[in-house]
């Protein structure tokens, strides 16, 4: 049975993350960075884990009942 889930992004999930942003992007965001979104009063952030591996997350803030999205990247072998 395939273990498919959404949830919140934690600390835990910063190395993984890091790990697909720099395989991602050139320009990429550190994992301060990361940290610091994971902390902002305004913040929402998901990833989506399969079969206990990171496929990709999402980061946004909700702000006046508007969620504004900063980032989503999925891991380039699943795009």
Same mark, same amino acid.
């Given at each position: #049975?395939l273990n498919n %889930? &959404?949830?919140? &992004?934690?600390?835990?999930?910063? +190395?993984?993350i890091?790990? &697909?942003?720099?395989?991602? %992007?050139?320009?990429?965001? /550190?994992?301060?960075?990361?940290?610091?979104?994971?902390?902002?009063?305004?913040?929402i952030?998901?990833? %989506? /884990?399969k079969?206990?591996?990171? #496929?990709?997350y =999402?980061?946004?803030? =909700?702000?006046? +009942?508007? %969620?504004? =999205? +900063?980032? /989503?990247?999925?891991k380039?072998?699943?795009?």
């Open positions: #049975m %889930y &959404i949830q919140n &992004i934690k600390h835990s999930h910063l +190395n993984a890091v790990g &697909i942003e720099k395989k991602s %992007y050139n320009s990429q965001w /550190i994992k301060e960075h990361f940290d610091c979104d994971i902390n902002h009063l305004c913040s952030n998901y990833t %989506y /884990i079969d206990d591996e990171l #496929m990709g =999402l980061f946004g803030y =909700l702000i006046d +009942n508007e %969620y504004h =999205l +900063n980032k /989503i990247t999925v380039r072998v699943y795009r």
